[in-house]
């Protein structure tokens, strides 16, 4: 945003609580813009209002390598911190149903049929009805304050499900899980532009979602231990879900405290950190937060093939994880190995998805591809399926069949980089809700159609579910192919518009020089000229 000189003028642009609010700065005059400047901004001090708006016209600050370190540990401790642990406590919370299912779970409450497909169909039923509102929650409030209600408040639910007798009970403490549970996803990603760089945020995604795996191997250390409770007053799975709700409960109230909603309004550091925090990110061209909703962002979201890739990408990921997280324990104990030794394993599967959480994120930013290896990285998924589909169960072949069946769980790695894909490739912050809704939604109702594709009268090799899986991995690899071809087009068409060297290279060319001034001017990817996409 650049300013434009006249005498004893004012500005005027929207602060936190969407009002306007007057910044007087010298003898200089800004007029509004097409965009409305982020409301983060907006709302700082007086004094650093006019030091960042001043700059905005001479485009971004030039920070050093040793104080672009400095600043990103920083973040790191204080919100990177609280997006591993958090996401780790919903993993785990959301996971527990998985361990309970051959600790008696099923037995005890008189489970019949499909009624334990339905506990974990009912959590994505619920996070496909309040993902929207969510997301424009996560607009509109401070983001670390509602993130800590809802961490306490899915604490609070997982704690009692330890006192469902039946069905019903358990269905609605699973569907209210949903509703608090779902604010992790989008509220992670929205931090990751809001706190890091483009080329960073592939990293941090991995970082968070590695506890996917990091769970497992907890989880079935913690379940290993509980299970050698014997006679106790509570059964071991009412324990297990007794236990982790509490702690989720407290983290929630600490995170309440620590966790600053934005760079501007994190009083743990000094004015000048703050600004150059913001200052950081200008070159990721979304900005920092705005709470104003825009209706032709709508329109623009959901025509735009980007959007209307990752979500369908979202929906072909999701389907094998929401079946396979629910019946891992299962099918791994179908193989033939006992109730404990199918504890630890889950140890092993966990490390094997961290595995590929990590390689996929390292090796997007040390290549600077994502859609690429999301390709490759589905590979080992159709490999996995197509042996156990073949191979039949014996004691000569069980240890095959698991080692086919932890391939699969390299979907960890595309869920990652197609996220990335999303938070790098999407701007505007009315268009970042709808396209984050539309991307978690998708996930929702794949994970809810996963657990329904293995029926109980194809148990124990769930031949039918494999076969759908194969379906949807196909289509995976095409749409992501696509996908690059639109972007590379893109990106030729921006630099053509700005009378540049054609180019389809990923990102901003070394030679471009783009000056960045309207990083903070809520435009889409589509308006801003200085937007290029990666891929």
């Not at 001043?54 to 990103?72: F, S, V």
Request: aromatic fraction near 12%; charge should be positive.
């Amino acid at each position: 945003m650049s300013l434009t000189k006249h005498d004893s003028s004012e500005r005027r642009v929207e602060d936190v609580e969407k009002e306007a609010v007057s910044v007087t700065s010298g003898d200089t005059l800004a007029q509004p813009t097409a965009g409305t400047i982020d409301a983060e901004v907006a709302g700082t001090s007086l004094h650093a209002r006019h030091k960042f708006f001043a700059q905005q016209g001479r485009g971004p600050i030039e920070i050093d390598e040793e104080t672009n370190k400095r600043l990103r540990w920083m973040v790191h401790k204080r919100v990177l911190t609280v997006m591993v642990i958090t996401y780790f406590a919903q993993t785990l919370d959301k996971g527990t149903i998985n361990f309970a299912s051959i600790m008696g779970i099923i037995e005890h409450t008189h489970l019949v049929g499909q009624q334990y497909s339905w506990l974990t169909t009912c959590v994505y039923l619920a996070i496909l009805a309040w993902e929207f509102p969510t997301n424009r929650l996560i607009q509109r409030l401070p983001i670390a304050k509602y993130l800590a209600f809802n961490i306490a408040a899915w604490g609070a639910i997982l704690a009692t499900t330890a006192a469902c007798k039946n069905f019903t009970g358990l269905i609605v403490v699973r569907t209210l899980l949903g509703i608090f549970e779902c604010v992790c996803q989008p509220a992670f990603v929205y931090m990751s532009t809001m706190w890091y760089r483009r080329e960073e945020q592939a990293l941090v995604i991995g970082a968070f979602y590695s506890m996917n795996g990091f769970q497992q191997c907890v989880g079935g250390l913690i379940a290993y231990g509980i299970a050698h409770i014997k006679d106790g007053v509570l059964t071991n799975w009412q324990i297990l879900f007794t236990l982790l709700g509490c702690l989720t409960f407290l983290w929630g109230i600490f995170v309440a405290f620590y966790l600053p909603d934005s760079p501007m309004r994190a009083t743990c550091w000094s004015p000048e950190d703050r600004l150059l925090i913001a200052e950081r990110v200008r070159k990721n061209e979304t900005g920092i937060q705005n709470k104003e909703f825009k209706w032709y962002q709508v329109r623009e979201a959901v025509t735009d093939p980007t959007v209307i890739a990752v979500t369908i990408i979202s929906f072909t990921n999701g389907m094998p994880t929401g079946g396979l997280g629910a019946f891992a324990n299962l099918i791994i104990k179908a193989f033939g190995y006992t109730q404990l030794q199918t504890y630890l394993l889950n140890i092993a599967q966990g490390v094997v998805i961290m595995f590929f959480l990590f390689s996929g994120a390292y090796l997007s930013k040390r290549y600077n591809q994502k859609i690429l290896l999301a390709i490759i990285y589905t590979l080992p998924n159709i490999i996995g399926t197509i042996v156990f589909l073949t191979v039949p169960t014996s004691d000569s072949t069980k240890v095959g069949l698991l080692i086919s069946f932890y391939l699969t769980m390299a979907f960890g790695a595309v869920s990652v980089l197609n996220l990335a894909v999303m938070s790098n490739n999407i701007a505007g912050r009315t268009k970042q809700v709808v396209a984050s809704s539309l991307v978690f939604i998708a996930w929702a109702v794949g994970n809810a159609v996963g657990p329904q594709v293995f029926r109980a009268n194809d148990a124990p090799r769930y031949v039918k579910a494999f076969i759908a899986h194969m379906v949807v991995y196909a289509l995976q690899v095409a749409v992501l192919f696509l996908l690059s071809l639109y972007l590379m087009r893109q990106n030729v068409l921006k630099r053509r518009a700005a009378a540049l060297r054609e180019s389809a290279a990923s990102g901003e060319d070394a030679d471009e020089h783009l000056g960045h001034t309207r990083a903070f001017d809520d435009l889409t990817d589509q308006e801003n000229p200085d937007f290029r996409y990666t891929y």
